[in-house]
T-cell receptor, first 113, second 113 residues
Framework: AQSVTQPDIHITVSEGASLELRCNYS??????LFWYVQSPGQGLQLLLK??????LVQGIKGFEAEFKRSQSSFNLRKPSVHWSDAAEYFC???????????FGKGTRLSVIA | NAGVTQTPKFRVLKTGQSMTLLCAQD?????MYWYRQDPGMGLRLIHY???????AKGEVPDGYNVSRLKKQNFLLGLESAAPSQTSVYFC????????????FGDGTRLSIL
């Protein structure tokens, strides 16, 4: 069975600074990887997904993520953070078949002026 | 574009009362899911369905029942509500299982007194 770890519970960055949120997964085969964002009081919104091919994936809102098989990682990055990016971010891993996605526990991002 | 709609958005119950949460999707998705979200716990899967007429247990199924009589609807029932079931409940749907992204509703905030 697959699993996913988000090592950082809470991260604070300054507006305009770069951002990297960490995600590590465990799965024996090539995983399907996803990043979601949750703004306060709302549901989860898909930021980007990796299925195969190019290991650098572009998403919405200026986010990107890089799949590194050797490190079992799928870290989320943004070159310049905006105050509106303050939210909770979830990484998820999936596999073929009926098994649902497995979500990490999330990383809360705070943005300061 | 309704997507995934959850009803109601808020509800307060007394211990021992029963209620049903409704999830409706208009994307013709096969798979549907119910999660609960609690502080520091991330998303935990309660039950899911891989198609009309099917249901399966997730990580935390106790105290909940579900039904998928129609493809577009997935109902979550609390037979005898307990304070430990105070949570935010999210419904999601997807075209397939772990190799496709899930689409989320905006949640139902449920308080059990």
């Amino acid at each position: 069975a697959q699993s996913v770890t988000q090592p950082d519970i809470h991260i604070t960055v300054s507006e305009g600074a770069s951002l990297e949120l960490r995600c590590n997964y465990s799965y024996g085969a090539t995983p399907y990887l996803f990043w979601y964002v949750q703004s306060p009081g709302q549901g989860l919104q898909l930021l980007l997904k990796y299925f195969s091919g190019d290991t650098l994936v572009q998403g919405i809102k200026g986010f990107e993520a890089e799949f590194k098989r050797s490190q079992s990682s799928f870290n989320l990055r943004k070159p310049s953070v905006h105050w509106s990016d303050a939210a909770e971010y979830f990484c998820a891993v999936g596999a073929t078949g009926n098994t649902p996605l497995v979500f990490g526990k999330g990383t809360r991002l705070s943005v300061i002026a | 574009n309704a997507g995934v709609t959850q009803t109601p958005k808020f509800r307060v119950l007394k211990t021992g009362q029963s209620m049903t949460l409704l999830c409706a999707q208009d994307m013709n998705h096969e798979y549907m899911y119910w999660y609960r979200q609690d502080p520091g716990m991330g998303l935990r899967l309660i039950h899911y369905s891989v198609g009309e007429g099917t249901t399966a247990k997730g990580e935390v199924p106790d105290g909940y029942n579900v039904s998928r009589l129609k493809k577009q609807n997935f109902l979550l029932g609390l037979e005898s509500a307990a304070p430990s079931q105070t949570s935010v409940y999210f419904c999601a749907s997807s075209t397939q299982g772990g190799n496709q992204p899930q689409h989320f509703g905006d949640g139902t905030r449920l308080s059990i007194l």
